[in-house]
C-alpha cells in the first residue's frame, strides 16, 4: 500500500521542495483527447469531447466525427461566448486572407505555449528557461519576485514571472504583442496568461514511466478580448531521447 | 461590421479545413479538398524546419518533364516517424499523393508517400487517426457496456 502511495505522489526533487519538471518532453502517444488537444484546446472543448467519446449512444460514430462534433462546438459556442462584441467580428480569423504570414512567421504567445513537439525545460533556483523545438522559441521564467519592467515594451513571448504551489509551477505573463491564436480568435496587447504546469502520472500502460506527462493549463485575461476568462490546455510526454533540431530560413510555400 | 452570413462561411471554411489538418498554416495555399497524385523521381530532399520538401521531377502526358515539389511538415514532425535525410536513393522513383495547389503551381501538400520498396509514409496526423479510431472504439464499447450493467 505505501509503495502504491509513493507511486501516485507528484515528482519532488529530494534536494529541493520544488517539483522536478526540468527535461525533454514532446508529443503523447495519439490518444483522442491529447490529438484534439494538438495546438491547444479549450479545457470546455476537451471536456465536451471526452463527454461525447464515453457516452454508449456514439459507439458508431467515428473519431473523426466525433472530434469534428467537438471542434465544431468550440468554435460556435465555447470560444464565442467568451468574446466581448468586438472580438466576435474578427472570429475566427481568416486565415487564407495572409496565408504566408501564418506560416512564416515565428508563433505568437497564444500559440507558443501549446507548441507541439520536442520542448525542453531547464530549472534553475532563480529562473524557468523553456526551449521549444518550434521556432526554437526560448522564455525565461523569473523566480525572483521581480516586478516587470515600469517600461516595459511588448514583445513576442512577453515578460514571465512564476513560482510555484506545491507541484504546480504557475507562470504570469504580461506584455504580449497582440496576435492570433491557433483557436481563431485575435487578442490585444492587453492579454495576460497564467500558465499552471504539473508533471503527473499516467497509468495508461504506456510504459514511458513514472511522472511521464507534463500537463498545462492557461487562464487567458484580456478586457479587448475576453469578457470572461478562458481556459485552455495541452500535454506533453517524458522524451529524453527526443532532441530539438535548428530552424533553417522558412521558405515560403508555393505561391 | 461582418455580415451574418460572412460569419457562418468563414466558420465552415475553418471547420473543413480543421477537419482535414489540424495545423497547416497554409489553407490559402493548398486546396484540402482535393488530391492529387504523383509519380516520378527524387532530386532532392530537404528535411527541415518549419517544413520539408521533396522535389520531385516527373514526366507528364504530353511527354513533358515537370518539376514539383511534395511540402511537408517539418523535421519537428517527420525525424521521430523515421523520416531521415538519406531515405530516397538517388533519382529513386516514388509515388507521392497529396492536396494540390490552390493557385495552380506544381506544388502538394503531403499526405503519404510510397518509396520504391513500397515503404509507406503518411502525413504523421493522419496515421495518428487510425490509432486513435481504434481506442475510440474501446471505450465506446466500455461505456456501452458499463451501460448496460
Known sequence: MALVLCAQLPMLSAAQSTPDLSGMWSDPPPRAEDAYCHVGCTIEGRNYLTQILDDPANIDRSYAELRSEAQRKQMAEIIPSHLTSSALEYFPRDRSAAPLSAACDPWGFTRQIFAPHAFEITQHEDRVSFYYSEWTARRTIYLDGREPPADLESSLLGFSVGHYEGDILVVETTGINANFSNAGFAHSSQLTVTERYTRVVNNDGDGLGKGNRLEVEAILQDPVTFQKPLLMGRAWTWAPSEEIYPYESCIIPTK | ?149
Open chain 2, 1 to 149: 461590421m461582418k455580415s451574418l452570413i460572412g460569419a457562418v462561411l468563414l466558420l465552415t471554411a475553418y471547420l473543413l479545413s480543421s477537419i482535414a489538418q489540424a495545423h497547416h498554416s497554409f489553407r490559402g495555399v493548398f486546396d484540402f479538398s482535393k488530391h492529387t497524385t504523383l509519380h516520378g523521381a527524387v532530386v532532392k530532399f530537404d528535411l527541415l524546419n518549419p517544413h520539408a520538401r521533396v522535389f520531385m521531377e516527373l514526366v507528364n502526358e504530353n511527354g513533358e518533364t515537370e518539376q514539383w515539389v511534395v511540402e511537408a511538415p517539418g523535421k519537428l514532425s517527420l525525424a521521430r516517424r523515421g523520416w531521415t535525410d538519406d531515405m530516397f536513393g538517388d533519382r529513386e522513383v516514388i509515388t507521392a499523393t497529396g492536396n494540390p495547389s490552390s493557385t495552380g503551381k506544381m506544388a502538394i501538400w503531403l499526405e503519404s508517400i510510397v518509396l520504391s520498396d513500397g515503404t509507406e509514409f503518411i502525413d504523421p496526423l493522419v496515421s495518428d487517426d487510425d490509432v486513435i479510431e481504434v481506442e475510440r472504439r474501446a471505450r465506446a464499447q466500455q461505456a456501452a457496456e458499463k451501460s448496460s450493467n
